[in-house]
């Protein structure tokens, strides 16, 4: 099958071909075979997950949130489960220069509803001072807890950029499951739309048709040289993708104060 058009006046450069609906339909019942595929191995991947050992650890260990310091077990909120994200912290940087793949990913976690209603909590966990955390969360308008987990040992501690996920039996406390880097992203339900439509991401990585948009680049290094940027990650006031002293992780555009008139520069900051 193809979805090539016959009238080649109809091709507009840099989109998908023009075709009839029943091509279109054709195509697309075509894929869904595979998204099927997709979504079944996804549901024996997490069957498989929650087959996992665990590992048992001292739930009574200090951790300092805005209550002050309280043992770990409290972040459960008497429930059985809780999963927490731990956003990577540069100390001494200002507010743009905190981790821009961090702050998106908490920033898609604002309400958790849905898991309270399945017996989980939620919370953010960060190795920054809480002093400075505080002040970023509120600049930030956070409304997820979080927690400074300086100097705790893992599993609390450790493993900045990560999602993990816990477990409380009693007084006891187990860590089940935990994940970084590309597993982060079923917290940032952004990327799933983004991943359906025709231009994607917009990341150097994706495999896209010949004549697409190009991903912007910057010359700022990014693990230690010149990198496709993402757009979602950092732009300057007017949304354009930048890695430099007018740019800010994108959520932040949109705080309270989150103006050009503020310092921009990333003070040597970055990962």
């Known amino acids: 099958m193809t979805t090539t058009p016959g009238d080649p006046a109809t091709t507009l450069p840099g989109r998908p071909p023009v075709v009839d609906a029943a091509t279109w339909q054709a195509a697309r019942d075509e894929l869904l075979i595979r998204e099927k595929a997709h979504t079944h191995e996804g549901d024996a991947i997490a069957a498989a997950r929650r087959r996992l050992p665990m590992v048992e650890f001292d739930g009574t260990v200090e951790v300092v949130g805005r209550e002050g310091s309280v043992p770990f077990l409290d972040l459960?909120?008497?429930?059985?489960?809780?999963?927490?994200?731990?956003h990577m912290w540069h100390d001494g940087a200002p507010h743009q220069g905190q981790c821009e793949g961090c702050t998106t990913t908490a920033w898609h976690m604002k309400d958790a509803v849905y898991l309270n209603a399945r017996g989980v909590s939620f919370a953010v966990l960060t190795t920054g001072r809480w002093e400075e955390v505080a002040a970023y969360v509120e600049f930030m308008g956070y409304t997820q807890p979080w927690y400074s987990v300086r100097d705790v040992a893992a599993p609390v501690g450790t493993d900045m950029g990560h999602i993990a996920c816990f477990l409380r039996d009693g007084d006891r406390t187990f860590l089940t499951y935990s994940t970084t880097g590309r597993g982060n992203e079923p917290v940032n339900g952004s990327l799933g739309l983004l991943d359906m439509t025709p231009y994607g991401r917009r990341e150097g990585w994706e495999d896209n048709p010949e004549g697409w948009p190009e991903t912007p680049r910057t010359d700022a290094p990014i693990g230690g040289h010149?990198?496709?940027?993402?757009?979602?990650?950092?732009?300057?006031?007017?949304?354009?993708?930048?890695?430099?002293?007018?740019?800010?992780?994108?959520?932040?555009?949109?705080?309270?104060?989150?103006?050009?008139?503020?310092t921009l520069g990333r003070n040597g900051h970055h990962h």
């Open 76 to 86: 459960f909120q008497g429930r059985d489960e809780l999963v927490v994200y731990k």
């Open 226 to 262: 010149g990198s496709p940027i993402c757009w979602y990650w950092r732009t300057d006031a007017d949304g354009n993708a930048t890695w430099g002293p007018t740019s800010r992780p994108v959520p932040q555009w949109t705080r309270p104060g989150a103006t050009p008139v503020e």
